[in-house]
């Protein structure tokens, strides 16, 4: 079959669409009609110049919602009809780290694998995160599909497996943020929001948001910020400026951007003895971090954490209930929706800074 997808063809030149070949689904996988995807930084990496890649063209594109189609042989968690939300990191269930409670990446995220369900003149082409969301059609392994509700609109819920699991997961999951903390989220973009949204229903009493875009700070009070600070102030206004409103430190950091000297404030502004720094952001490159070793020695603790530490397809339906109990207002976090021809457009909007996220509408 044809499917009309969003692809890069080398860095520095922009996303394009074209037809590709796509094979139905094999033993093990899932065919998926996608309704709606949302747009990432992550994606923008592999033409923008900020991502060292070899392997183009790639189909691009892991966020997003859609409904099976089809199923090929052994798949029995979905069938046709049901509603789904690919996910980046599998969770196959067996192997020790989803056996364990400490960790969401599954054992089978770190192996490679040689399928490729799409192609184009013949020769097998990659998809991002083995996914490729910014297609009509795609192909799965059952293992990286989350069956949902299906009274969740897709075209919100399409947010969920990337942003909306990084962001609320890493308060609640990653963080475990106590009621009646204080929180800081540096940056306030698709991940960001979402993070005040996670410190929020986590009972946080103070969430500050700190981002160099004034008009962020709209957005981040209508997810549960309670103070924004411009970053233009310069590093150490902005972490005095933080002791102060917290009375002595943050009890929780959040470094949404994917920058060491961003990364340096999120530790150095948090408290004495117990401060907790969340590292989100994707460094760019092969870029490294130098922390002041007191910083650590004196009680805090800095945690990575990948999509929030969400277990992709056994806790992610957690989250898409939350929406629907309206604890979540993930509607409000997206700000554009284009057709999958407009795509290059919603990529501009957001390297300028002037979109929340950015959704196509299938």
């Not at 945690?303 to 604890?327: C, F, H, I």
Request: glycine letters at 12%.
């Amino acid at each position: 079959m044809q499917t009309r997808a969003a692809f890069a063809s080398r860095q520095n030149v922009p996303i394009a669409v074209d037809l590709f070949d796509l094979e139905g689904p094999r033993a093990g996988e899932v065919l998926i009609g996608m309704k709606a995807a949302g747009l990432c930084h992550s994606d923008m990496s592999f033409f923008d110049g900020s991502r060292a890649w070899s392997d183009y063209p790639i189909v691009l594109g892991h966020e997003g919602a859609g409904v099976v189609l089809d199923c090929g042989p052994g798949v029995t968690s979905v069938r046709p009809g049901d509603h789904v939300i690919p996910v980046g990191i599998p969770e196959c269930g067996e192997c020790p780290a989803c056996r364990s409670r400490k960790t969401n990446l599954c054992d089978r995220y770190f192996q490679p694998t040689e399928r490729r369900p799409f192609s184009r003149a013949g020769r097998p082409i990659r998809a991002f995160c083995e996914l490729g969301t910014f297609s009509d059609r795609i192909v799965a392994r059952e293992m990286q599909v989350t069956k949902i509700r299906k009274d969740a609109p897709l075209d919100i819920v399409c947010c969920m497996g990337c942003a909306g699991a990084t962001g609320v997961g890493s308060a609640i999951f990653a963080a475990k943020v106590e009621p009646g903390s204080s929180a800081v989220v540096f940056g306030l973009g698709g991940i960001g929001l979402n993070v005040v949204e996670g410190c929020r229903i986590a009972g946080a009493s103070r969430i500050i948001g700190v981002d160099v875009n004034a008009q962020k700070e709209q957005a981040g009070r209508i997810a549960g910020m309670t103070d924004f600070l411009d970053a233009a102030a310069g590093a150490q206004a902005t972490i005095g400026a933080i002791r102060d409103l917290t009375g002595g430190g943050a009890d929780y950091a959040f470094e949404c951007v994917g920058a060491p000297d961003i990364l340096r404030q999120a530790v150095e502004c948090t408290r004495i003895g117990w401060g907790t720094i969340v590292s989100i952001g994707i460094f760019p490159g092969a870029q490294e971090m130098a922390l002041r070793p007191r910083s650590i020695q004196e009680g805090r603790r800095l945690l990575g954490a990948y999509l929030g530490n969400v277990k992709t397809r056994s806790e992610l339906p957690q989250l898409v209930d939350w929406l629907m109990d309206g604890r979540l207002r993930m509607k409000d976090l997206i700000s554009h929706r284009i057709g999958l021809g407009e795509i290059a457009a919603g990529f501009a909007l957001l390297a300028r800074g002037e979109a929340r996220r950015v959704v196509v509408d299938f």
